[in-house]
């Protein structure tokens, strides 16, 4: 099993950066893709960004340009930078790690964007 946990989130205002991480341990050698959905208030869980074990990265049409997704493979850890960030981006973001079998998911961090 993958156990993740995240970190960064917090209360920032419009136009602001945060960058979220996600620590992945336990069975890491069979990860073969990492990423981050988020829950807006009130709505379904929807993907942000994802990266996979070559460096392959997707995103969604609202974090395009704004978010960017990186992994560093020696500390097991998955980042997403946020940057010019807006009040519809105010979630719960949650860290996931998917082997061949399974998705793990983390417990979420809260992100809120307001004045």
């Known amino acids: 099993q993958v156990q993740l946990v995240e970190s960064g989130g917090g209360l920032v205002q419009p136009g602001g950066s945060l960058r979220l991480s996600c620590a992945a341990s336990?069975?890491?050698?069979?990860?073969?893709?990492m990423g981050w959905y988020r829950q807006p208030p009130g709505k379904q869980r929807e993907l942000v960004a994802a990266?996979?074990?070559?460096?392959?990265?997707n995103y969604a049409d609202s974090a395009k340009g704004r978010f960017t997704i990186s992994r560093d493979n020696a500390k097991n850890t998955v980042y997403l930078q946020m940057n010019s960030l807006k009040p519809e981006d105010t979630a719960v973001y949650y860290c996931?790690?998917?082997?061949?079998?399974?998705?793990?998911w983390g417990q979420g961090a809260q992100v809120t964007v307001s004045s």
């Open positions: 996931h790690a998917d082997t061949l079998s399974r998705r793990s």
């Open positions: 336990g069975s890491i050698f069979s990860i073969v893709a």
């Open positions: 990266i996979t074990n070559s460096g392959r990265t």
